[in-house]
């Protein structure tokens, strides 16, 4: 340590390492977060199908990750809802009935209406244009064919509305039950009815930009009930 009148301060090569070793700690701690996100991608696109069992040693090779990060991901996917862990058993992916698919996209529907709702009055100028902004984003990845970036801009929509509402509650409902209808919602998007998903959307931010209440409420808890005749029609 050098000696600076009578304080000791590190010296800029161990100033860099000591940077290198808190950059190198946060890269660590966000791997398990990174890897939680490749499997949801992987369980919305039927990579890993519902029921599936998860094998930690062909996922670590595939991701290119240790098992300890993977384990942290399949902890995180569980507490989301899309993975189940049975003791002595391993980890499956969640498979929820027809049933529980549509009591939770009727749930989904009654949050986001009042989501909507809420944001009618309370989001800014700015949060309503963010939102124009991500569905105008959204359309031209519908116009490529993309269903991942697709399926991103459009979570992404969804879940700014909820932000809007100001309601920390329905926030927390809201990311709770989308997480465990992530799959669920990636799979409506697969079906031949995909256009009619990019015209309730821009439905939905018209009236969002004229404030419109009841018209949001309407198209937010028909777009939920679309949504689940689009699931049932592809064979859920």
Known sequence: MASVQGADVPRSGSTTAGSAAQAQRIVRAALPAQ?????????AADELSAGAKLN???????????RTPL????????????????????????????DQVEDMLEAMGVLE??????????????EIAAIREAHDR??????????????RLNQEIHRRIARASRNATLQSLHETLNARLYRVRFMSNRTDRWNSAVE?????????????????RRLLRDHLTQTWKKVKAYGY
């Open 113 to 126: 209406a009042s989501c909507g709702e809420l944001a009618c009055s309370r989001a800014t100028d700015a």
């Open 71 to 98: 384990r942290e991901a399949i902890k995180m996917l569980a507490a989301e809802g899309l993975v189940q862990l049975e003791p002595n058993r391993g980890a499956f992916v969640a498979s929820p009935s027809a």
């Open 35 to 43: 890897v939680a996100g490749r499997l949801r991608d992987m369980i």
């Open 200 to 216: 309730e959307h821009e439905a939905i931010a018209r009236a969002l930009e004229k404030r419109d209440v009841r018209t949001v």
């Open 138 to 151: 959204m359309v031209k990845a519908y116009g490529r064919r993309d269903r991942h970036a697709y399926f």
């Open 56 to 66: 930690e040693r062909e996922l670590a090779e595939r991701l290119h990750v240790s």
